[in-house]
């Protein structure tokens, strides 16, 4: 049992050293809450931390069905009407990364991280 316990212990020790930390739970994680509300996104440009993951909690507070779809950070969620979605991105390098409503398509929104 103390080989296996000084293996792990200096492998944390070598990842501190170089830096490198342990990828965060689901539950460590920022989260950032977009809003899908007469038929915008709200807010429509949202600030994201380069280099971190984060959890995305897209609400659609619309009467009608909407879809959380990024090309720039492929991914695409359908939000049902009154619902609640929950999508996980990155880590990111900074840049401005679109989002859009594949449904309205007029409805798009950034991710600005930096």
């Not at 990155?90 to 991710?111: C, K, N, Q, V």
Request: net charge negative.
């Amino acid at each position: 049992m103390r080989l296996i316990s000084a293996r792990w212990l200096g492998l944390g020790a070598a990842f501190l050293a170089l830096g490198l930390v342990p990828p965060a739970s689901a539950d460590d994680l920022p989260d950032i809450v977009i809003t899908i509300k007469g038929g915008h996104f709200v807010p429509t440009e949202v600030p994201v931390p380069a280099g971190q993951k984060v959890k995305l909690i897209v609400r659609n507070q619309d009467s009608t069905t909407s879809e959380f779809e990024s090309s720039d950070f492929h991914r695409e969620k359908v939000v049902a009407p009154g619902g609640e979605i929950t999508v996980y991105v990155g880590p990111l390098d900074a840049g401005s990364y679109e989002f859009f409503d594949d449904f309205h398509p007029e409805d798009r929104g950034h991710l600005v991280v930096k």
